[in-house]
């Protein structure tokens, strides 16, 4: 790099001595689908998603090659950019500032210049730091991923500056990224060079020939395969722009992208701003609380998959970045009266993966709703047996449960009659297949070779355990399926009643009446005042104190006096950390904090707690959930709850533990605000009445109101705000619209 003083002589920049990078390997989990080796346990990242494509950066914006972080470009579970790191005179530039806009549309990056040497002039001198203001924007369409960078001289001197960008792209499979070993890989072909672009190209062992195609917005002045150098002579105050786009592509698939930058963030603005409209609009008077609501929103849009049927969320960034049956359900059921869309598109894909055969490779049995789909490399060759897995014993009862929830939210029965096949087909497979013993209970056993050991939400190999520590042996029944299970069996009852199948309603309201006197005889557990986890194989109660016993809460699967001696110990000291509610009690044999399912805090578990504990007369736990989970949003800094966080116990001297690897943006997190929200104020949706129930709202002393805007009631729609007072919340209506009724009681 060349500076040129007021003479017009010229000095040398020398690059300085780049020091190694290092990193603190942790692994994390014991099944494939969660097994992850990671420096990036402590790496701060900066994470942009646009449906099945996203990109994960250093806070400087650069893609470091780090072959077991994910850090990079995605796109269908293959990583198409795994290097990109930008150099000013062979440096990094200082970061200054970095964020993902509000609308998660873009990430904005500001930095400058290192303090540099001046050499050849023989005076020592340097150009400070600050003097070179550079801009780096990242955005996201399709398979592609835009990059804009400006360069701005603050300088009172003319500057030459040597720009070097460094890049790679190695295709690795998410699952390679988490930690899978393989025993061998495809084959790479020579990159392919252009004047203005790079092209490298691998096929995989699935025989799919996947390509990603690094090009310049100008040609550089040195081009090599894993190197663009340019140089730009800076006046005083100049500017200077230069873009670069990462295009990926499988199998020669051309997909429409726009040419430029602004083309493809304009683009992507406009797709954000139509999914955000179809949300009710929901903003508090507290600043933390607000920004939570917005940004929560603001991840489930951006995590939005279209597909022909709708849009449905996909579960999180960066591991699971695809459709997941149970994810998708909790989460359209956490928004569901706040943006019925999302359910629509959620429940009609998930209706088109129904199972169809008996597969035990992938779990699949007939009306089976499926665990998770996955469309790169590992998945197609069947080196994991995620491709289209159907390994979870919960997710068919949350499709019927959400199916009925819609229809009385919405009064819509058109698309229950759409899909009543389906719903024919799930309650067949919770007979003949989830409760293969006749018992009344859904069970479930790993079938194939491979897979997952456990299919409930908490899938962790050692999820499952008695008091004493040892696993429970399988076929195991789990307390939270069974209440699943009743809530369906009412819920689709309530339909098919409507639809005038009578008898079958008659026989689904039977068997839940019946499940539920059962239930309460075999898994409740009086001297311990709780739900065990499940029964094992030899239908012996696991008297665990779990997190799973607050579904059952929320299902209503309990009777008055149970629910009240379970919230108790929710709200425990046991259980709630000061953060929120643990997933197994501190006094259990198993309890981590660390761990992922035994001990860690997660947002949405303590969002069906919450939903839970709305049906007791006291609200006090509610917003004690609710205080605990936004402290702890503002402590970690991260806009919006992440997948999972650790379970140590606050005490006040320190914030709340991050988990290493959770997933953020996540779906069910994210959505977690909104189930809280609908808890406090007690809010009931009645399509077919065309009402709003408000029953006996409560709100924490620190927020003085809360508005609900455009809350879509059948055809209509009722605006109000809810304001502190000294007893129960005042409810002002502020608009109705297609003669909707408001209902507050007190």
């Known amino acids: 790099m060349q500076v040129k003083d007021a003479g017009g002589g010229h000095s040398i920049l020398k690059p300085r001595e780049e020091k190694p990078e290092s990193g603190i390997i942790a692994e994390v989990g014991a099944d494939p689908r969660f097994h992850s080796r990671s420096p990036a346990a402590r790496l701060a990242t900066r994470v942009l998603v646009n449906g099945e494509s996203f990109a994960v950066f250093e806070p400087g914006g650069d893609v470091l090659e780090r072959r077991r972080e994910p850090l990079g470009f995605f796109h269908r579970d293959t990583r198409y950019l795994s290097r990109f790191e930008f150099r000013i005179a062979g440096e990094r530039p200082r970061c200054l500032a970095s964020a993902v806009c509000n609308e998660n549309a873009e990430l904005r990056v500001n930095l400058c210049n290192p303090d540099l040497s001046l050499d050849g002039g023989g005076d020592g001198r340097l150009l400070p730091n600050d003097s070179i203001e550079i801009e780096r924007d990242w955005v996201i369409a399709g398979p592609a991923l835009f990059h804009k960078m400006v360069l701005r001289n603050r300088a009172a001197l003319t500057v030459e500056l040597p720009i070097d960008f460094l890049f790679s792209a190695d295709f690795a499979d998410v699952f ?439 049906r007791l007369p006291n609200r006090q736990g509610i917003l004690k959930i609710l205080e605990g989970l936004l402290q702890a949003a503002v402590q970690l800094k991260s806009g919006s709850l992440p997948e999972l966080f650790c379970g140590f116990e606050r005490d006040g001297l320190a914030g709340p533990v991050p988990y290493p690897v959770a997933c953020h943006p996540q779906a069910w997190s994210a959505a977690s605000v909104f189930m809280i929200v609908r808890a406090m104020l007690g809010i009931d949706v009645r399509g077919f009445e065309r009402k709003v129930i408000i029953d006996a709202p409560a709100m924490p002393e620190w927020l003085d109101w809360l508005r609900v805007e455009d809350l879509r009631v059948a055809d209509g729609a009722v605006s109000f705000i809810a304001r502190r007072a000294a007893g129960v919340p005042e409810i002002e209506i502020l608009e109705r619209k297609g003669g909707v009724a408001v209902e507050i009681r007190r």
Not at 369 to 391: D, K, L, N, Q
Request: hydrophobic share 40%; glycine share 8%; aromatic share 10%.
């Open 176 to 614: 390679e990224v988490r930690g899978l070993k393989r025993k061998r890989r495809g084959e790479f072909a020579e990159p392919e060079l252009e004047h203005d672009a790079v092209r490298f190209r691998y096929r995989g062992l699935d025989g799919k020939l996947r390509s990603s195609r690094v090009k310049f917005d100008r040609a550089p002045a040195e081009l090599e395969a894993g190197r663009a150098s340019f140089r730009f002579a800076l006046a005083p105050d100049e500017r200077r722009e230069l873009e670069v786009t990462i295009a990926g592509a499988c199998d020669g698939a051309s997909v429409q992208v726009p040419a430029r930058f602004e083309g493809a963030l304009a683009d992507r603005r406009s797709e954000l701003a139509r999914y955000s409209s179809g949300w009710t609009r929901i903003t508090a008077s507290d600043e933390s609380l607000d920004a939570l609501i917005a940004r929560s929103s603001s991840d489930l849009t951006s995590i939005i998959q279209y597909a022909p049927e709708g849009t449905f969320p996909m579960a999180g960034i960066p591991w699971f970045a695809t459709l997941f049956g149970r994810d998708s359900l909790l989460t359209a059921m956490f928004v569901l009266p706040f943006n019925p869309a999302l359910v629509v598109g959620t429940l009609k894909t998930l209706a088109r993966l129904q199972g169809s055969e008996v597969n035990h490779s992938r779990e699949e049995q007939p009306g089976k709703i499926i665990h998770e789909i996955r469309g790169g490399e590992v998945a197609a060759t069947s080196e994991v047996p995620f491709g289209r897995y159907y390994g979870s014993v919960d997710s068919t009862p949350l499709f019927l449960w959400l199916i009925g929830a819609y229809a009385a939210t919405t009064g819509d029965l058109k698309l229950p009659l759409e899909l009543w096949d389906n719903v024919e087909r799930g309650l067949e497979w919770i007979e003949q297949w989830g409760d293969r013993d006749g018992d009344l209970y859904v069970e479930y056993l790993r079938e194939g070779p491979r897979g997952l050991v456990n299919h409930g939400w908490k899938d962790s190999f050692d999820a499952i355990s008695h008091s004493d520590g040892t696993l429970a042996s399988p076929p195991l029944a789990l307390c939270e399926v069974q209440a699943y299970v009743y809530a369906s069996y009412l819920s689709i009852a309530e339909v098919a009643r409507r639809l005038g199948r009578e008898s079958l309603a008659d026989r689904l309201e039977e068997r839940a009446a019946l499940l539920k006197a059962q239930f309460s005889r075999d898994f409740w557990i009086e001297e311990e005042q709780s739900v065990a986890l499940a029964l094992d194989a030899e239908k012996r109660p696991c008297r665990v104190m779990a997190s799973n016993a607050a579904h059952c809460l929320a299902a209503g699967l309990l009777d008055n006096r149970q629910a009240a001696a379970l919230a108790n110990r929710l709200l425990s000291e046991e259980m709630f950390s000061g953060w929120g509610i643990r997933t197994l009690s501190a006094r259990e044999q198993r309890y981590n904090p660390m761990s992922y399912h035994n001990g860690s805090v997660w947002p949405h578990d303590n969002a069906i707690a919450a939903a839970g504990l709305r």
